[in-house]
């Protein structure tokens, strides 16, 4: 019940600053969008298809890492813990390491909270021992989680190289937030590590433009919260490599001159104008270990795949 009123307070509040977040977005001279929009219940399921790609190495390199590991991982972890998963989308991984972790609780945490539901429900009928909870938040903005939840013993689980979406100075002040939050616990997290250009370029434009959908996906997600007139058949899908800030970005260029209103507002975009839609980090062995003690960890694990295309790391 108090988690509940939590939830309908926290999207009340998210409601009305979205819309002022995107429409400052939109009109900057380089229009961007905030990634989290690409997670509406369509958005999640495209993005659940990419994790299927053969492309898309991340998720079945991450996968394969925590496989070999998992006696290690659940040693550092110990047992009857409180699992708290960050951006848990179809909670697919959590779920894969319930055998060998065995938590008590399970705290599925994720921007899209009717996705979260159709996937937990499922989840607790074939784990009835476990406690589960769905939380619907931006943890981006605020990490607070129900005072229901044991502060003891957390694991906080942050797959996927989510955190690669943020820029070093977020993804510190996030890493941050949640060592705060962590008593005798730890973070076990996966990040992307560098790579050859061609691979990252097939993950991220593959040829069956299930990414494609995805990206262009985050325009009708504008319209639903804005109430805009963005066409999808207007733009296309574009991924370019940052080598200076050791990125992957996404954009949505215009095909021709396009002009889209919202209420009070109207933006117009040239041919081959570009809506900045997302950035994904890749790290180095080094650049990993540097970021997680500038955000206070003292103790660092790191286990990788032959390739060393990711790694997944245990801090406390
Ligand atoms: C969920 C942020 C980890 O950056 O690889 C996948 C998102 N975007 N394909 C990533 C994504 C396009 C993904 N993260």
């Not at 994904?280 to 390739?307: C, M, N, P, V």
């Amino acid at each position: 019940m108090h988690t509940s009123a939590v939830l309908e307070e926290s999207a009340l509040l998210t409601q009305h600053s979205f819309t002022a977040e995107i429409e400052a977005g939109l009109l900057q001279d380089c229009a961007t969008i905030s990634p989290k929009f690409l997670y509406d219940a369509l958005g999640s399921h495209l993005f659940a298809a990419i994790t299927f790609l053969p492309e898309y190495y991340p998720t079945n390199t991450e996968k394969s890492i925590l496989a070999q590991y998992r006696n290690q991982i659940a040693e550092v972890v110990g047992k009857d813990g409180v699992l708290i998963d960050l951006g848990a989308g179809n909670c697919l991984k959590a779920a894969s390491l319930f055998d060998s972790l065995k938590p008590s609780t399970y705290v599925a945490i994720d921007f899209s909270i009717e996705y979260l539901n159709e996937a937990l429900n499922q989840l607790k009928s074939k784990h009835p021992e476990i406690a589960m909870h769905a939380l619907g938040m931006d943890f981006s903005q605020h990490l607070t989680l129900p005072n229901s939840i044991p502060m003891q013993h957390r694991t906080f689980f942050y797959p996927g190289s989510s955190i690669g979406n943020f820029s070093a100075v977020e993804a510190l002040q996030l890493l941050k937030k949640i060592k705060s939050q962590i008593l005798d616990g730890g973070l076990l997290i996966g990040m992307d590590l560098m790579k050859p250009d061609d691979v990252l370029i097939d993950a991220y434009d593959d040829p069956l433009k299930v990414t494609a959908a995805f990206n262009l996906n985050i325009l009708r997600s504008i319209n639903n919260h804005l109430n805009s007139d963005f066409d999808v058949s207007q733009f296309k899908h574009v991924v370019t490599i940052n080598h200076q800030e050791n990125r992957v970005e996404l954009y949505l260029e215009a095909l021709d001159d396009v002009r889209v209103q919202w209420p009070n507002n109207v933006r117009t975009f040239k041919k081959g104008e570009r809506i900045h839609t997302e950035n994904s980090h890749k790290y180095t062995i080094e650049s990993i270990k540097q970021l997680l003690r500038s955000a206070g960890f003292e103790s660092i694990q790191i286990w990788t795949d032959a390739k060393k295309y990711f790694a997944v790391i245990y801090a406390k």
